[in-house]
């Protein structure tokens, strides 16, 4: 990036999006900023998808990428991080629009000090994106005194998959897990291990690292059920959606039924698998204590399977009759998950 390029983003006049983090909720904020045909620069650190060809991304250098946010005071601007706490080189230097991912309250053995900073930061700043209903529930007292917005995980593209008819042969039933959970409190190896004892196939669509993160796990079940399991690497959204349309189930997580997570953080915490799975089709294995992401669903009249009645299932024919029982007819029936309504709505809390 030479310097003239630098100049040229700090005078910039538009909608500046900085990517501290990387996750698919970013996409669907660009999503939404590309219907209404908004002028915008995404701007990321280097070391964040360092490969990407997509040239209305633009990669910087740790010190170029906060000078420009530093110096630049004529643009709106949105900072996306994993969690507040991680905003707060940010809320130093200049304004912006905070656009977090989940937060740290409520998860097991966290540092005091990171949530004495969340706290800190979320009173700090002026404007919150939020993505699913845990900020609200955890922070009410604080974000009534914000400008706040919901703008939850939403479909991409237009329920037009040919699976989405429901003419699947269920003689071999087949699963499939995006983006494994390794967490102790959140994993969901117990309903992987019992699909597997009923003789379903899973294929997994998760990053190596995240592979590298389950070897042991990865090893056991191969070894196992070796005609039965299967590990991809998750390439990108579109094309991982295309792939698991052919399956006939989307497992999501919280299986664990006595969880060290808050209540509340699992209750109303989200998860973008849950759209990827409604728009590859699937009927979605959920918990009942995950109450947003079943919202989700049923908000696109998505076949909901209570991720614990696998576990009382004997025999792969029962999941056969309640997979067939159920039958899916996919729409959008809140307005909260409708892109042009999000779009409206969103642009006008920014502008």
Known sequence: MNFKKIINLIQYKGLLLFADSENVYQSKIINLLIINDINFK????????????DKQIIFLKSFSYFLVFFLNRGSKKIVFVAQPFYAISY???????????DCHYGLPKINSIKLF???????????????????????????????????PDHLSTNLNNPNLLNKKNYTNITAVVLGWIDDKEVQITETVISLLKLGVKIEFYISEKSQLEINNLKLEIESKYPKQVRFNSFINNKNTIEKISKFHIGICPHSKKYSLINKTYRQYCGSSRIIDYIEAGLPIVVSKTAYF???????????????????????????????????????????????????????RFIF
């Open 42 to 53: 995404v701007i990321r650190k280097k070391n964040y998808l360092s490969n990407n060809n």
């Open 117 to 151: 900073l969340e706290e800190f930061i979320l009173k700090k700043i002026e404007s919150i994106i939020h993505r699913d209903l845990r900020l609200w529930k955890i922070y009410k007292p604080i974000l009534k005194t914000k400008k706040n917005i919901l703008i």
């Open 91 to 101: 809320i130093f230097l200049n304004r912006f629009i905070l656009a977090c991912y």
């Open 293 to 347: 992401q079943r919202y989700i669903a049923r908000s696109h009249k998505a076949q909901i399977i209570d991720i614990f009645e696998i576990e009382k299932l004997k025999k792969i024919e029962d999941l056969t009759l309640l997979l067939k029982l159920k039958k899916t007819e996919f729409s959008v029936s809140k307005k909260i998950f409708n892109r042009k309504f999000l779009s409206d709505k969103f642009i």
